[in-house]
């Protein structure tokens, strides 16, 4: 737990990091006259195993109703089609990073960057029972820091990747 809290506070502000993507994303759809929670959704959905820049792009054009530049997983394909047909995210990433980016505080968002600091097996950390036993910890370690769950693992997502010579990815920076 100790280098998990010290990679979380090597810089204690990267905690904000939804926030600060919430409110850049919400400017943005009031300018394109888009509806928030709709954007965030389609978002979330088209960002499996794809960069930031891509995902952002992939979303504005199904906002405006273009095709994709690039075709994205089969799965996100899938994905829209059951949103479309239902209002409703699937998957555990996804519908969690959509509720992080609307505010929800704590949730805890698994990618293969988390994967990385909480040295679990990508394929391995989406099992169920791994999925929750992982959240728990990060939950875990958020009552120890005393921020939210979504904080503490936006927290450690950003300085995992600022600590590997990354960018740290941010949509507020391509608005």
């Known amino acids: 737990m100790k280098r998990l809290i010290n990679l979380a506070m090597a810089n204690p502000d990267s905690r904000f990091w939804y926030k600060q993507q919430a409110t850049a994303l919400r400017k943005f759809c009031k300018a394109q006259n888009w509806d928030y929670n709709t954007f965030v959704d389609v978002l979330a959905i088209t960002s499996p195993r794809v960069q930031l820049l891509k995902n952002f792009k992939f ?12 075709n994205p997983l089969p799965l996100v394909f899938a994905s829209l089609k059951h949103y479309e047909a239902t209002g409703k995210i699937r998957g555990s990433k996804v519908s969690r990073f959509a509720a992080a980016l609307k505010g929800n505080k704590t949730v805890v968002v698994l990618d293969i960057y988390m994967s990385k600091i909480l040295r679990v097996d990508y394929k391995q950390m989406y099992l169920v029972h791994n999925y929750a036993k992982l959240e728990k910890k990060i939950v875990k370690l958020a009552e120890m820091l005393k921020w939210t769950p979504a904080e503490t693992q936006a927290a450690l997502w950003c300085n995992f990747l600022l600590a590997n010579n990354r960018q740290i990815y941010a949509y507020s920076n391509l608005i």
Do not use: I, V
């Not at 979303?59 to 095709?67: I, L, P, T």
């Open 59 to 70: 979303a504005c054009n199904y906002m405006r109703g273009e095709k994709f530049y690039t």
